[in-house]
């Protein structure tokens, strides 16, 4: 938003219309207000919320003081930035949005024999395969000028680049979980793709229909997978159709 006011401010600032020339002549004292509530909201705010977290630490027995805190941060910080263990079930940022490796996190043994019970961190193929494959067409006709531009796109765009890229940074082992938090956006962005295709090319209305009744039977199909219900042993190992998909931990 702000690049966009200031390039309104370079064009119309010397404008012969003078509703131009009113439009963008605070632009300078507006700019500076809006940096300065940023401070407050983004950076202020969120430190006092973040503090305030460690109040139950600082009325313990062995209370923290703010030194105390800051040391916490320390310690945070040199112990992801150095970790150099690794994980059968890690995966790299570019395999999330394939849904290629699962986290498995339980297995239940007390089940009837030929039975199972395990839980895992697996995304809906429907939607990690198709939502990931949808931002990035959505992106593209952006950039191709072959798609009306909208705020709430941008909004989006901000919103995924914010929660995924920097983990492109990020040396240490991760996993699919991390990729949780971008899904309600490529869902999103990838509705604006559908949106656009329905209105162009009404007669494929009942595309959503059949993405969504697939969504939804493979969130029944796994059911199993990701709550720990029991099932036959071999329906859930049938369910691993990719290598990387690990349901049972052997």
Wanted: glycine fraction near 6%; charged fraction near 15%; proline fraction near 6%.
């Amino acid at each position: 938003s702000l690049f966009r006011r200031y390039w309104e401010y370079i064009h119309f600032r010397d404008s012969e219309d003078a509703a131009e020339r009113e439009a963008v002549k605070d632009f300078k004292r507006n700019t500076i207000l809006t940096l300065l509530w940023c401070c407050v909201f983004y950076i202020a705010i969120p430190v006092i919320i973040y503090i305030a977290s460690y109040i139950p630490y600082m009325l313990a027995d062995n209370p923290y003081d703010l030194a105390g805190v800051w040391g916490v941060q320390e310690f945070m910080f040199s112990y992801h930035s150095g970790l150099t263990a690794t994980h059968p079930y890690q995966s790299s940022w570019w395999q999330w949005p394939l849904d290629l490796r699962p986290v498995w996190y339980f297995i239940n043994y007390n089940v009837p024999s030929g039975m199972s019970s395990t839980i895992s961190a697996f995304g809906n193929p429907t939607v990690w395969w198709v939502c990931s494959a949808g931002a990035v067409a959505l992106m593209i006709k952006l950039v191709k000028g072959r798609i009306k531009a909208e705020e709430g796109m941008f909004v989006l765009l901000v919103g995924l680049g914010a929660n995924y890229l920097p983990w492109v940074l990020v040396s240490r082992c991760t996993f699919a979980y991390h990729f949780f938090a971008s899904v309600p956006f490529i869902i999103l962005l990838t509705l604006y793709l559908l949106r656009d295709m329905e209105q162009k090319r009404p007669e494929l209305k009942w595309i959503k229909w059949i993405w969504l009744g697939v969504a939804v039977a493979l969130f029944a199909a796994y059911y199993p997978v990701i709550s720990g219900v029991p099932a036959p042993t071999d329906y859930i190992k049938a369910l691993e159709l990719l290598p990387g998909w690990d349901f049972l931990g052997y």
